[in-house]
């Protein structure tokens, strides 16, 4: 009962702090002018070079940075240690921003608690609005203890991150930039 609090707690905090930060960001819309930056494709499991441990932690990853080599297909497996549901995401600064109000809405229709997914609000929003749990190839979404798995090209050039863009953890730290180098 106690941790339940203490995690609706910090949870409200962060969001808290996600809407006043990001204020700005949800009324200034996307700019990316109708042109996305090439930020690489899903990969090809038999064509994967390496395989790359990633642990999100509550505000962090681990790794903090990844270098990657230009055109290389890499498996990520990541593993939430958190107390909290978390997102490793990969895209531009610009992307990351432009997603997070859709994160927004979804802990708005109650699909994302402090700290778990709820696939039935997930239903209810898909079925209503025509969007619910995003699946896209460069992101996994993760409740506490659960791992996925991300197959991923990279491009030969552009400036990458990774990111978890639930309300409140971008703004306190969780992102980190990916190198992509020779």
């Not at 395989?51 to 890499?74: A, C, F, R, W």
């Not at 593993?79 to 432009?98: C, K, P, S, Y």
């Not at 659960?146 to 409140?168: H, M, Q, R, Y």
């Amino acid at each position: 009962m106690l941790r339940s609090k203490l995690l609706s707690a910090v949870f409200g905090a962060s969001l808290s702090f996600a809407l006043i930060s990001s204020g700005a960001a949800l009324a200034a819309g996307s700019h990316d002018g109708g042109h996305k930056p090439n930020t690489g494709q899903p990969g090809d499991a038999a064509k994967v070079s390496r395989t790359i441990e990633i642990t999100m932690y509550d505000n962090y990853y681990e790794p903090q940075s990844l270098d990657i080599k230009e055109g290389e297909t890499v498996r990520f497996v990541i593993r939430n240690a958190g107390e909290f549901v978390h997102e490793f995401n990969i895209a531009t600064a610009a992307m990351h921003e432009a997603h997070r109000p859709e994160m927004m809405m979804m802990v708005e229709h109650g699909v994302l608690e402090p700290d778990r997914i709820n696939y039935d609000a997930a239903k209810a929003m898909q079925a209503s609005m025509g969007h619910g749990m995003h699946k896209e190839g460069n992101s996994v979404l993760l409740e506490p203890g659960k791992s996925g798995e991300v197959i991923w090209t990279f491009p030969d050039t552009g400036e990458l991150e990774f990111a978890c863009n639930v309300p409140g953890h971008y703004e306190t730290g969780m992102h980190g930039p990916v190198k992509l180098g020779n």
